[in-house]
C-alpha cells in the first residue's frame, strides 16, 4: 500500500536532546496526525493539525503543519527515555476520504 | 473511558485453520477501521465501516479474509482459510465521523505456522 516518506528512518539520541523527524508527500493532505507506538501496542495519537501553518503542542511535543501542505514536522524537546519508539505520521488527503495514509515511521532510541 | 478494545492480543494457529479477530469500538463512535501492520508493508487499511455498514472493502487481501459489524459495539475480521503469509499484527481502529482522528487498539499478533 501507499505510505508517505518518513525521516530519518531511526535515530539514537542521548538523553535531554532535541529530536525532530518530518514526513513528507507528494499530494497535498488536508490533515495531518501524529501517532507513537510502543513495542506490542497499538499507535497511540499524539497530535493532530487540521490547517496549513498550524503549529500545536503537546507537552514537550510540537507538530506543525507545512505551508505546502504535502508535509509535517514533529519535534520533541529534552528527550527521556520513555521516548522510545515509533512514531509514525498519518495523512489525509485533500479529497476528503475517510482513508488515513500512514508513514514509514521513525523508530526513537534514547539513550540514557 | 475504555479505549479500543481487542481479542485475542495473540494468537497462533496452523495452516488452514479459520481465525477470528474481535474488536470492540470506543463507545460512540462510528466509524471502525481494519488495519495490518507488517515491516514490509507498513499499516494498511484492510476495511472501513461506517454506522456497522462495511463501505470499503478494497483492502481485503483476498476471499479468504471477511469482516461484519452486527452492531456498533463489535467486529470481527476472520481469515479462513489462514495461510503463513497472513502473520501479522492486525489493529481495530475507532473514531468519531470518518473523517476524524482514529483510536487504535492494541492490536492482535497473528502467526501461522
Known amino acids: 500500500g501507499q505510505q508517505l516518506n518518513q525521516s530519518p528512518q531511526s535515530m539514537f539520541i542521548q538523553e535531554g536532546e532535541d529530536v525532530s523527524m518530518n514526513c513528507t508527500s507528494s499530494?497535498?493532505?488536508?490533515?495531518w496526525l501524529w501517532y507513537k507506538q510502543d513495542p506490542g501496542e497499538g499507535p497511540v495519537l499524539l497530535i493532530a493539525?487540521?490547517?496549513?501553518?498550524e503549529l500545536t503542542s503537546n507537552g514537550r511535543l510540537t507538530a506543525q503543519f507545512g505551508i505546502t501542505r504535502k508535509d509535517s514536522f514533529l519535534n520533541i524537546s529534552a528527550s527521556i527515555p520513555s521516548d522510545v519508539g515509533i512514531y509514525f505520521c498519518?495523512?489525509?488527503?485533500?479529497?476528503?476520504?475517510?482513508?488515513?495514509?500512514f508513514g514509514t515511521g521513525t523508530r526513537l532510541k534514547v539513550l540514557a | 473511558d475504555a479505549g479500543v478494545i481487542q481479542s485475542p492480543r495473540h494468537e497462533v494457529t496452523e495452516m488452514g485453520q479459520e481465525v477470528t479477530l474481535r474488536c470492540k469500538p470506543i463507545?460512540?463512535?462510528?466509524?471502525l477501521f481494519w488495519y495490518r501492520q507488517t515491516m514490509m508493508r507498513g499499516l494498511e487499511l484492510l476495511i472501513y465501516?461506517?454506522?456497522?455498514?462495511?463501505?470499503?472493502d478494497s483492502g481485503m487481501p483476498e476471499d479468504r479474509f471477511s469482516a461484519k459489524m452486527p452492531n456498533a459495539s463489535f467486529s470481527t475480521l476472520k481469515i479462513q482459510p489462514s495461510e503463513p503469509r497472513d502473520s501479522a499484527v492486525y489493529f481495530c481502529a475507532s473514531s468519531f465521523g470518518a473523517n476524524n482522528e482514529q483510536f487504535f487498539g492494541p492490536g492482535t499478533r497473528l502467526t501461522v505456522l
Open positions: 493539525l487540521y490547517k496549513a501553518g
Open positions: 465501516f461506517n454506522n456497522n455498514v462495511p463501505i470499503d
Open positions: 498519518a495523512g489525509q488527503r485533500t479529497s476528503g476520504t475517510y482513508k488515513y495514509i
Open positions: 463507545s460512540g463512535h462510528n466509524s
Open positions: 499530494s497535498i493532505f488536508n490533515t
